[in-house]
């Protein structure tokens, strides 16, 4: 493997840089709208899995009533 020099190193990272397409304000607040409903749609699928976990331990090992 060929060794690169600092300078040639920067050189190909400003030419891989100058490649990166970067989203829109729109695009960027769309995609964050998205991520923060899925955590919340995670969040709840997660409790109920949870709840029903915990009930179900409870019955099997008598505890709690």
């Known amino acids: 493997m060929a060794k690169?020099?600092?300078g040639e190193f920067t050189r190909q990272v400003r030419q891989e840089a100058s490649k990166v397409t970067w989203p829109t304000p729109r695009e960027a607040g769309i995609t964050s709208v998205m991520v923060f409903v899925m955590v919340v749609?995670?969040?709840v699928f997660f409790l109920g899995v949870d709840f029903l976990l915990n009930a179900g331990v409870q019955k099997l090992l008598g505890?709690?009533?």
Do not use: D, E, V, Y
Request: net charge neutral.
């Open 4 to 6: 690169t020099t600092p």
């Open 41 to 43: 749609i995670m969040s």
């Open 63 to 65: 505890f709690g009533g």
